[in-house]
């Protein structure tokens, strides 16, 4: 099941709130994307982490044209996050 991003705010660090289409909300962390290295490399950098937008195209958050992570994937880290 593919669910859009709605909204996405910083809260800080790795840390996103994330609203998707089908009403859930939750905090998403991000803090092993740094590592995992190639495009995410950039993560290292808070101020380029933070400069994230919603596209309303992808359904997902992206940085720039570079970088963006699924949308299913947030689904099931924030899944995982409210779950604990």
């Known amino acids: 099941m593919l669910v859009d991003?709605?909204?996405a705010k910083h809260i800080d660090h790795y840390r996103l709130?994330?609203?998707f289409e089908d009403g859930k909300q939750g905090i998403v962390d991000l803090s092993d994307y740094p590592a995992k290295g190639g495009v995410f490399s950039?993560?290292?950098n808070l101020d380029f982490f933070r400069s994230f937008v919603v596209?309303?195209?992808l359904g997902t958050i992206v940085w720039?044209?570079?970088v963006?992570?699924?949308p299913e994937t947030l689904y099931e880290k924030c899944q995982q996050s409210s779950a604990g």
């Open 68 to 70: 963006d992570i699924a």
């Open 64 to 66: 720039g044209d570079s």
């Open 17 to 19: 709130q994330i609203s």
């Open 55 to 57: 596209s309303k195209e």
């Open 5 to 7: 991003v709605t909204d």
């Open 42 to 44: 950039q993560f290292k």
